[in-house]
């Protein structure tokens, strides 16, 4: 059973920064794309970054140039940097891999870890 399992998560005020990191034994990023997604309340589920197996990044336009995903290959995690946080910002936020094709259909999910930003 692979699992996923997030941690980083917690509430911070708007303009603050948090780091999410996502541990998968059971998953080699280094032949693996994964992702970044995130919930917010009466919203749909939206990809928020994503990192190919050759370390290529992208990023929905609502985090470009304030959310940053990288990953550590030798220790199979995954990481999310996230600055400038906003009240919008406010979500459960999942990772998931591996993940394949143009639809980035994900094959396991961690259980997930809130970020609450406080304006």
């Known amino acids: 059973q692979v699992q996923l399992v997030e941690s980083g998560g917690g509430l911070v005020q708007a303009g603050g920064s948090l780091r999410l990191s996502c541990a998968a034994p059971g998953i080699s990023f280094s032949i693996h794309a994964m992702g970044w997604f995130r919930r917010a309340p009466g919203k749909e589920r939206e990809l928020v970054a994503r990192i190919t197996s050759g370390g290529s990044t992208k990023y929905a336009d609502s985090v470009k140039g304030r959310f940053t995903i990288s990953k550590d290959n030798a220790k199979n995690s995954v990481y999310l940097q996230m600055n400038s946080l906003k009240p919008e910002d406010t979500a459960v936020y999942y990772c998931?891999?591996?993940?394949?094709?143009?639809?980035?259909?994900?094959?396991?999910w961690g259980q997930g870890t809130q970020v609450t930003v406080s304006s």
């Open positions: 998931a891999a591996p993940c394949w094709g143009s639809a980035f259909v994900c094959d396991y």
